[in-house]
T-cell receptor
């Protein structure tokens, strides 16, 4: 069993839909990261959180430390949101353990 | 937000040659940089952790003599793939940590193809 698991692996939705991607982890963490990887490969750091909730534009990330679970939400999804979304658990030594990613496709 | 650059963005080299990849933090001082490798349709795998002015710490299974890492300044780390083989073909990504909040920023990646 992977230390970091994401669901779903693939998600296709219509433009405008509300998107939720889930991440569960089995290790103690100091922070949880959400990353976005576009088809060209470049990675953008979306959120780094250790408790509660963060919001940036149409993106919202939440984390429940007790349940070892985090979610990434996208409101009013747009085709440009199509990418692979990766959660990563950070240990105390700042090393990241990555989930396998969720491939999101938003259809116009 | 902070910017991390990598150079080159892609490189093709012949088997047996060496290739150097640079990772630069453009607007902050990165005391720690990480090097990752990503094979197609797989997740990122940490190769090594590099702290400025000290030797890199390699993950289990990563050959330190093959993947030479130098972190000579607070804004530059280099990864040299020595005696490259076709199986070294991969996407190499660096990340840098620094600043007050120790946030992590990723470079755009370098695609290496060894023929």
């Amino acid at each position: 069993k992977n230390e970091v698991e994401q669901s779903p692996q693939n998600l296709t939705a219509q433009e405008g839909e509300f998107i939720t991607i889930n991440c569960s982890y089995s290790v103690g963490i100091s922070a949880l990261h959400w990353l976005q990887q576009h088809p060209g490969g470049g990675i953008v750091s979306l959120f780094m959180l250790s408790s509660g909730k963060k919001k940036h534009g149409r993106l919202i990330a939440t984390i429940n430390i007790q349940e070892k679970h985090s979610s990434l939400h996208i409101t009013a999804s747009h085709p440009r949101d199509s990418a692979v979304y990766i959660c990563a658990a950070e240990r105390g030594n700042e090393k990241l353990t990555f989930g396998t990613g969720t491939r999101l496709t938003i259809i116009p | 937000g902070a910017v991390v650059s990598q150079h080159p963005s892609w490189v093709i080299c012949k088997s047996g040659t060496s290739v150097k990849i640079e990772c630069r933090s453009l607007d902050f001082q990165a005391t720690t940089m990480f090097w990752y490798r990503q094979f197609p349709k797989q997740s990122l795998m940490l190769m090594a952790t590099s702290n400025e002015g000290s030797k890199a710490t390699y993950e289990q299974g990563v050959e330190k003599d093959k993947f030479l890492i130098n972190h000579a300044s607070l804004t530059l780390s280099t990864l040299t793939v020595t005696s490259a083989h076709p199986e070294d073909s991969s996407f190499y990504i660096c990340s840098a940590r620094g600043g007050v909040w120790r946030e992590q920023y990723f470079g755009p990646g370098t695609r290496l193809t060894v023929t």
